[in-house]
Protein backbone atom coordinates (compact mmCIF):
# COMPACT_ATOMS: atom_id res chain seq x y z
CA UNK A 1 0.00 0.00 0.00
CA UNK A 2 1.25 3.45 -0.37
CA UNK A 3 3.99 2.48 -2.43
CA UNK A 4 5.89 1.21 0.41
CA UNK A 5 8.01 -1.99 0.39
CA UNK A 6 10.00 -3.20 3.21
CA UNK A 7 12.52 -6.04 3.22
CA UNK A 8 13.20 -8.85 4.35
CA UNK A 9 9.06 -9.42 5.49
CA UNK A 10 11.05 -11.85 8.29
CA UNK A 11 14.42 -12.62 9.39
CA UNK A 12 16.00 -14.21 12.29
CA UNK A 13 19.63 -14.01 12.93
CA UNK A 14 21.95 -14.16 15.89
CA UNK A 15 22.77 -11.86 18.71
CA UNK A 16 26.25 -9.84 17.69
CA UNK A 17 25.54 -9.94 13.78
CA UNK A 18 24.94 -6.57 11.99
CA UNK A 19 21.36 -6.81 10.15
CA UNK A 20 20.27 -4.18 7.83
CA UNK A 21 16.60 -3.68 6.64
CA UNK A 22 15.18 -1.64 3.77
CA UNK A 23 12.48 0.23 2.83
CA UNK A 24 11.56 1.16 -0.39
CA UNK A 25 8.92 4.31 -1.57
CA UNK A 26 7.78 4.92 -4.86
CA UNK A 27 5.95 8.36 -3.66
CA UNK A 28 8.90 10.37 -3.97
CA UNK A 29 7.87 11.61 -0.32
CA UNK A 30 10.28 13.81 1.45
CA UNK A 31 10.13 11.81 4.86
CA UNK A 32 10.42 8.58 5.82
CA UNK A 33 10.82 7.20 9.47
CA UNK A 34 11.42 3.97 11.33
CA UNK A 35 9.60 2.62 14.53
CA UNK A 36 9.74 -0.32 16.42
CA UNK A 37 6.58 -2.20 17.82
CA UNK A 38 6.74 -4.00 21.28
CA UNK A 39 3.98 -5.32 23.07
CA UNK A 40 3.00 -2.54 25.71
CA UNK A 41 5.35 0.00 24.30
CA UNK A 42 2.98 0.45 20.91
CA UNK A 43 4.84 2.19 18.36
CA UNK A 44 8.26 3.98 19.32
CA UNK A 45 10.37 5.99 16.72
CA UNK A 46 13.56 5.20 16.07
CA UNK A 47 15.10 7.58 13.62
CA UNK A 48 13.77 9.55 10.17
CA UNK A 49 14.99 11.27 7.38
CA UNK A 50 13.71 14.48 6.28
CA UNK A 51 15.40 14.25 2.80
CA UNK A 52 18.84 12.73 1.44
CA UNK A 53 21.43 12.46 3.96
CA UNK A 54 19.66 14.41 6.50
CA UNK A 55 18.54 11.90 9.29
CA UNK A 56 17.93 12.73 12.87
CA UNK A 57 17.20 10.80 15.99
CA UNK A 58 13.77 9.19 17.28
CA UNK A 59 12.99 8.65 20.94
CA UNK A 60 14.71 4.71 20.81
CA UNK A 61 17.90 5.31 18.81
CA UNK A 62 20.52 3.40 20.56
CA UNK A 63 22.21 0.90 18.79
CA UNK A 64 20.39 1.55 15.44
CA UNK A 65 22.09 4.15 12.85
CA UNK A 66 20.39 4.76 9.47
CA UNK A 67 21.17 5.96 5.75
CA UNK A 68 19.45 7.43 2.84
CA UNK A 69 21.17 8.24 -0.12
CA UNK A 70 18.71 8.10 -2.48
CA UNK A 71 15.24 9.86 -2.05
CA UNK A 72 13.27 6.11 -2.39
CA UNK A 73 15.52 4.24 0.43
CA UNK A 74 15.77 4.41 3.94
CA UNK A 75 18.25 1.87 5.44
CA UNK A 76 18.07 0.85 9.25
CA UNK A 77 20.94 -1.01 10.31
CA UNK A 78 21.70 -2.59 13.65
CA UNK A 79 25.40 -2.70 13.77
CA UNK A 80 25.78 -5.68 16.30
CA UNK A 81 22.21 -7.39 17.04
CA UNK A 82 21.02 -7.81 20.64
CA UNK A 83 18.07 -9.62 21.86
CA UNK A 84 16.08 -6.56 23.40
CA UNK A 85 16.23 -5.66 19.17
CA UNK A 86 13.50 -8.48 18.71
CA UNK A 87 10.77 -6.62 17.24
CA UNK A 88 8.18 -5.90 14.69
CA UNK A 89 9.79 -2.88 12.39
CA UNK A 90 8.29 -0.13 10.67
CA UNK A 91 8.63 1.81 7.95
CA UNK A 92 6.73 4.52 7.33
CA UNK A 93 6.91 7.55 4.62
CA UNK A 94 4.60 11.09 4.46
CA UNK A 95 4.57 13.90 1.84
CA UNK A 96 5.38 17.74 3.33
CA UNK A 97 2.50 18.37 5.65
CA UNK A 98 0.68 15.13 4.97
CA UNK A 99 -0.35 11.53 6.67
CA UNK A 100 2.21 9.19 7.42
CA UNK A 101 1.61 6.12 5.21
CA UNK A 102 3.23 3.13 6.73
CA UNK A 103 4.88 -0.44 5.03
CA UNK A 104 3.69 -3.61 6.01
CA UNK A 105 6.49 -4.34 8.34
CA UNK A 106 9.46 -6.47 9.06
CA UNK A 107 9.58 -9.40 11.69
CA UNK A 108 13.09 -9.77 13.18
CA UNK A 109 14.36 -12.19 16.02
CA UNK A 110 17.10 -12.14 17.15
CA UNK A 111 18.78 -15.03 18.86
CA UNK B 1 5.13 17.82 25.69
CA UNK B 2 2.94 16.32 23.13
CA UNK B 3 0.73 13.14 24.71
CA UNK B 4 -1.93 10.86 23.64
CA UNK B 5 -4.11 8.63 26.05
CA UNK B 6 -6.23 5.72 24.93
CA UNK B 7 -8.33 3.60 26.91
CA UNK B 8 -6.67 0.45 27.38
CA UNK B 9 -8.40 -2.91 26.06
CA UNK B 10 -9.07 -5.44 25.29
CA UNK B 11 -12.66 -4.09 23.78
CA UNK B 12 -14.95 -7.04 23.30
CA UNK B 13 -17.93 -6.72 21.50
CA UNK B 14 -20.69 -8.62 19.49
CA UNK B 15 -21.59 -8.08 15.98
CA UNK B 16 -23.75 -4.89 14.90
CA UNK B 17 -22.72 -3.28 18.58
CA UNK B 18 -21.61 0.26 19.08
CA UNK B 19 -18.03 1.12 19.52
CA UNK B 20 -16.78 4.33 20.54
CA UNK B 21 -12.89 4.31 22.24
CA UNK B 22 -11.69 6.91 23.80
CA UNK B 23 -8.76 9.21 22.94
CA UNK B 24 -7.38 12.18 24.82
CA UNK B 25 -4.58 14.43 24.08
CA UNK B 26 -1.80 17.02 25.28
CA UNK B 27 -0.54 19.57 22.71
CA UNK B 28 0.37 22.87 22.24
CA UNK B 29 -1.32 25.14 19.75
CA UNK B 30 -3.80 23.57 17.27
CA UNK B 31 -2.59 19.83 16.42
CA UNK B 32 -3.81 17.72 13.96
CA UNK B 33 -5.48 14.34 15.15
CA UNK B 34 -5.63 10.70 13.19
CA UNK B 35 -7.42 7.41 13.58
CA UNK B 36 -4.79 4.75 12.56
CA UNK B 37 -6.03 1.16 11.99
CA UNK B 38 -3.70 -1.81 12.02
CA UNK B 39 -5.27 -5.56 11.29
CA UNK B 40 -3.30 -8.50 12.27
CA UNK B 41 -0.17 -9.11 10.48
CA UNK B 42 -0.49 -5.47 8.69
CA UNK B 43 0.98 -2.26 9.41
CA UNK B 44 -0.81 0.52 10.33
CA UNK B 45 -3.50 2.17 7.79
CA UNK B 46 -5.03 5.77 8.07
CA UNK B 47 -8.69 5.65 9.07
CA UNK B 48 -9.28 9.50 9.32
CA UNK B 49 -7.98 12.80 10.44
CA UNK B 50 -9.03 16.07 11.65
CA UNK B 51 -7.34 19.33 11.13
CA UNK B 52 -8.77 21.51 13.05
CA UNK B 53 -11.57 21.98 15.80
CA UNK B 54 -14.73 20.83 15.21
CA UNK B 55 -13.96 18.80 12.13
CA UNK B 56 -15.08 15.55 11.95
CA UNK B 57 -12.94 12.74 10.22
CA UNK B 58 -15.03 9.80 8.49
CA UNK B 59 -14.40 6.95 6.96
CA UNK B 60 -16.03 3.18 6.54
CA UNK B 61 -18.81 3.84 9.07
CA UNK B 62 -16.10 5.27 11.35
CA UNK B 63 -16.48 8.71 12.85
CA UNK B 64 -13.99 10.87 15.21
CA UNK B 65 -15.06 14.77 16.09
CA UNK B 66 -12.24 17.02 17.37
CA UNK B 67 -13.08 18.59 20.26
CA UNK B 68 -10.39 21.22 21.47
CA UNK B 69 -12.85 22.18 24.60
CA UNK B 70 -12.46 18.69 25.99
CA UNK B 71 -9.21 17.78 23.81
CA UNK B 72 -10.94 14.81 22.70
CA UNK B 73 -10.70 12.51 19.31
CA UNK B 74 -13.22 9.99 20.30
CA UNK B 75 -13.76 7.38 17.72
CA UNK B 76 -17.24 5.52 16.97
CA UNK B 77 -19.28 3.30 14.75
CA UNK B 78 -22.58 2.43 14.95
CA UNK B 79 -22.95 -1.22 13.64
CA UNK B 80 -18.92 -3.25 14.07
CA UNK B 81 -18.43 -6.39 12.23
CA UNK B 82 -16.55 -9.19 12.82
CA UNK B 83 -13.90 -7.57 10.08
CA UNK B 84 -13.47 -4.24 12.53
CA UNK B 85 -11.42 -6.48 14.63
CA UNK B 86 -7.95 -4.74 15.04
CA UNK B 87 -5.91 -2.41 16.88
CA UNK B 88 -6.77 0.69 16.97
CA UNK B 89 -4.07 3.91 17.36
CA UNK B 90 -4.67 7.28 18.22
CA UNK B 91 -2.36 9.67 16.90
CA UNK B 92 -1.57 13.76 16.88
CA UNK B 93 1.12 15.95 14.66
CA UNK B 94 2.13 19.17 16.63
CA UNK B 95 1.17 22.24 14.63
CA UNK B 96 4.78 22.62 14.18
CA UNK B 97 6.03 18.94 14.06
CA UNK B 98 9.49 18.58 13.23
CA UNK B 99 10.02 16.01 10.90
CA UNK B 100 6.10 15.83 10.08
CA UNK B 101 6.42 13.37 13.47
CA UNK B 102 3.97 11.78 14.79
CA UNK B 103 3.05 11.12 19.05
CA UNK B 104 1.13 7.50 18.98
CA UNK B 105 -1.06 6.22 22.09
CA UNK B 106 -0.67 2.89 23.22
CA UNK B 107 -3.63 1.43 20.72
CA UNK B 108 -6.69 -0.18 22.10
CA UNK B 109 -7.27 -3.59 20.76
CA UNK B 110 -11.02 -4.77 19.40
CA UNK B 111 -12.39 -7.65 19.24
CA UNK B 112 -15.72 -8.20 17.96
CA UNK B 113 -17.60 -11.84 18.05
CA UNK B 114 -19.73 -12.75 15.70
Known amino acids: DAGITQSPRHKVTETGTPVTLRCHQT?????MYWYRQDPGHGLRLIHY???????DKGEVSDGYSVSRSKTEDFLLTLESATSSQTSVYFC??????????FGDGTRLSIL | GNSVTQMEGPVTLSEEAFLTINCTYT??????LFWYVQYPGEGLQLLLK?????DKGSNKGFEATYRKETTSFHLEKGSVQVSDSAVYFC?????????????FGGGTRVLVKP
Open chain 1, 92 to 101: AISPEGGPQH
Open chain 1, 27 to 31: ENHRY
Open chain 2, 50 to 54: ATKAD
Open chain 1, 49 to 55: SYGVKDT
Open chain 2, 91 to 103: ALKAARAAGNKLT
Open chain 2, 27 to 32: ATGYPS
